[in-house]
T-cell receptor
Framework: GIQVEQSPPDLILQEGANSTLRCNFS?????LQWFHQNPWGQLINLFY???GTKQNGRLSATTVATERYSLLYISSSQTTDSGVYFC????????????FGDGTTLTVKP | DAGVTQSPTHLIKTRGQQVTLRCSPK?????VSWYQQALGQGPQFIFQ???????QRGNFPDRFSGHQFPNYSSELNVNALLLGDSALYLC???????????FGPGTRLTVT
């Protein structure tokens, strides 16, 4: 099945800094989502982005399907951005199953 | 419009027992997927249900089984619980096909 790798595993920033989180996947995808997991375990949808670029406030994401990666940008980070960020991909050949990366743990310091 | 709901929120069981977790999908969704998330890891796909049938399965033993009802709600059953089954169990709903998944708040299972 498809393999998903996220980097970096951990990221520590000062409030106001910008960051880029990366998600590499090993095969063609027809579904890619970015999530933020809150301290209680709830996965919050950030972007549904199998290809192209989307923006939502301080967050934006780009998926380059032909090169098999996706990037999540966080600008002017705030302490409330802290938490674990996951990407999840569904391979074209395995459309029912989403494979998650191991996540990036972001800590934003005041 | 209610989102995905799961019950119970927390559960403590003894090794060897059986457990049933429940999920109600987002209104209008017909597909339910279950995931297991161990501490410090990403969620792992268990299986997916569509039209009351198991459509796809991840690398989980037969102790893990499920069911989908005509109203699209779903149950996850785990038999002969092991200590390693302690985890957060997440349910996601979607429309059929490569569409956006919405996750419930999860059930935290502790096996002692």
């Amino acid at each position: 099945g498809i393999q998903v790798e996220q980097s970096p595993p951990d990221l520590i920033l000062q409030e106001g800094a910008n960051s880029t989180l990366r998600c590499n996947f090993s095969d063609s995808v027809n579904n890619l989502q970015w999530f933020h997991q809150n301290p209680w375990g709830q996965l919050i949808n950030l972007f549904y982005i199998p290809s192209g670029t989307k923006q939502n406030g301080r967050l934006s994401a780009t998926t380059v399907a032909t090169e098999r990666y996706s990037l999540l940008y966080i600008s002017s980070s705030q302490t409330t951005d802290s938490g674990v960020y996951f990407c999840a991909a569904r391979g074209v050949a395995n459309a029912g199953k989403s494979t998650f990366g191991d996540g990036t743990t972001l800590t934003v310091k005041p | 419009d209610a989102g995905v709901t799961q019950s119970p929120t927390h559960l403590i069981k003894t090794r060897g027992q059986q457990v049933t977790l429940r999920c109600s999908p987002k209104s209008g969704h017909d597909t339910v997927s279950w995931y297991q998330q161990a501490l410090g890891q990403g969620p792992q796909f268990i299986f997916q249900y569509y039209e009351e049938e198991e459509r796809q399965r991840g690398n989980f033993p037969d102790r893990f089984s499920g069911h989908q009802f005509p109203n699209y709600s779903s149950e996850l059953n785990v038999n002969a619980l092991l200590l390693g089954d302690s985890a957060l169990y997440l349910c996601a709903s979607s429309l059929a096909g490569p569409t956006k998944q919405y996750f419930g708040p999860g059930t935290r299972l502790t096996v002692t």
